[in-house]
T-cell receptor, first 113, second 115 residues
Framework: AQSVTQPDIHITVSEGASLELRCNYSYGATPYLFWYVQSPGQGLQLLLKYFSGDTLVQGIKGFEAEFKRSQSSFNLRKPSVHWSDAAEYFCAVVTYNNNDMRFGAGTRLTVKP | GAGVSQTPSNKVTEKGKYVELRCDPISGHTALYWYRQSLGQGPEFLIYFQGTGAADDSGLPNDRFFAVRPEGSVSTLKIQRTERGDSAVYLC?????????????FGPGTRLTVL
């Protein structure tokens, strides 16, 4: 069965610094990959998704992610973090024939002023 | 426009009681999903509706959990004989298209606490 690992439980970065959140997946074929953000009291919001094609995917709020098949990774990046980016970030995977979306345990991002 | 709404936002109940959690999806969305999110974990799939029917209920942990969507819009997640381990945030999501590969729009969740 497919699974998702987010190795970092909590990351702290300074405002204006760059950010990379790690995501590794386990699945035999090419999965469909997603990044969601969850702010306190808010629902999960889709940042970006990868289905096929260009392995560098652009999302909302200045985020991007790169699919690397050789490393089974789909890391999320942002060149300059804003205080409003502080939230919980979830990587998720879906297989084409499956209806269930598997989420990682999440990475909590703290932004220092 | 209105997003996915869930009621109540918080529910405290006693062990052994019955609870119902409601989800109002975005109007016109045919697909509806329920997830459970335990503390420190990502959401865990419970059940998926396409229209009125449960297309996939493989994530329901046991027969104490049941969900309905009688008119293809509002859905209710029902938990019988609640246990302390059922305490979690229950999330609902809807999508205009079927299949999890399509974007799901999530509600804010219902926090269930079983004492």
């Amino acid at each position: 069965a497919q699974s998702v690992t987010q190795p970092d439980i909590h990351i702290t970065v300074s405002e204006g610094a760059s950010l990379e959140l790690r995501c590794n997946y386990s699945y035999g074929a090419t999965p469909y990959l997603f990044w969601y953000v969850q702010s306190p009291g808010q629902g999960l919001q889709l940042l970006l998704k990868y289905f096929s094609g260009d392995t560098l995917v652009q999302g909302i709020k200045g985020f991007e992610a790169e699919f690397k098949r050789s490393q089974s990774s789909f890391n999320l990046r942002k060149p300059s973090v804003h205080w409003s980016d502080a939230a919980e970030y979830f990587c998720a995977v879906v297989t084409y024939n499956n209806n269930d979306m598997r989420f990682g345990a999440g990475t909590r991002l703290t932004v220092k002023p | 426009g209105a997003g996915v709404s869930q009621t109540p936002s918080n529910k405290v109940t006693e062990k052994g009681k019955y609870v119902e959690l409601r989800c109002d999806p975005i109007s016109g969305h045919t697909a509806l999903y329920w997830y459970r999110q335990s503390l420190g974990q990502g959401p865990e799939f419970l059940i998926y509706f396409q229209g009125t029917g449960a297309a996939d209920d493989s994530g329901l942990p046991n027969d104490r959990f049941f969900a309905v969507r009688p008119e293809g819009s509002v859905s209710t997640l029902k938990i019988q004989r609640t246990e302390r381990g059922d305490s979690a945030v229950y999330l609902c999501a809807s999508s205009p298209l079927s299949g999890s590969v399509n974007e799901q729009f999530f509600g804010p969740g219902t926090r269930l606490t079983v004492l």
